[in-house]
């Protein structure tokens, strides 16, 4: 009889080129040009982080709920503090100050990140509210409410996707634009 010692290991790693695609199709949301024209998110290095964030958050929150997929998370986690890394080494940043940089992402992200969780329970002015003072350095309450509706859209979209589908990274995020007509007509975009 052979002993399931397998048990005892620490789950394996999803592959790397899963996580580099789900990275990748975050960063390329960021980088819609809606959010910086539309939505009044300010098109700065701290504007675009802000908004990685925001895009992070939810994918990170639905792999939580998510059972077995605790190992997809962490190392999507991982790859993001390895991103925020090389970045701040490309932008010149010394090797004595990017530890106290990373620090200050990884506080800036779960401090974000929990407001986040809370507001969403709370509803769609709250969350609103969230991301004014977060990514949109607190203007804007019209721009923050359509940014809340894109996110609900985003949340509801990634909570119908099964385990499987999660992590073969074939998703896509809504489209911004989507969550504006929803913001000005509802549901019924035939209005």
């Not at 792999?63 to 010149?92: K, Y």
């Not at 992200?109 to 002015?125: T, V």
């Not at 609103?128 to 804007?140: C, D, F, K, P, T």
Request: proline share 6%; glycine share 8%; charged share 20%.
């Amino acid at each position: 009889m052979l002993w399931p010692f397998n048990r005892f290991r620490k789950p394996r790693a999803p592959p790397r080129g899963t996580i580099e695609v789900i990275y990748g199709t975050i960063v390329t949301q960021v980088r819609d040009p809606v959010f910086y024209l539309n939505l009044g998110v300010p098109d700065t290095v701290d504007g675009r982080f802000d908004l990685l964030v925001v895009h992070l958050w939810m994918v990170l929150r639905r792999f939580r709920s998510a059972a077995g997929l605790e190992n997809v998370s962490q190392a999507l986690f991982d790859h993001f503090c390895d991103d925020m890394d090389g970045n701040l080494r490309e932008m010149g940043v010394g090797d004595l100050a990017v530890p106290k940089r990373m620090r200050a992402f990884g506080e800036a992200f779960y401090g974000r990140a929990a407001a986040y969780d809370i507001a969403l329970e709370q509803g769609a002015e709250p969350l609103a509210r969230a991301l004014s003072r977060n990514v949109l350095n607190g203007q804007g309450m019209e721009n923050a409410l359509r940014l809340a509706t894109y996110v609900g859209v985003a949340v509801a979209n990634l909570a119908e996707l099964d385990s499987a589908s999660l992590t073969a990274a074939t998703w896509t995020f809504p489209s911004p634009e989507v969550a504006e007509v929803k913001a000005i007509h509802g549901n019924d975009p035939e209005q």
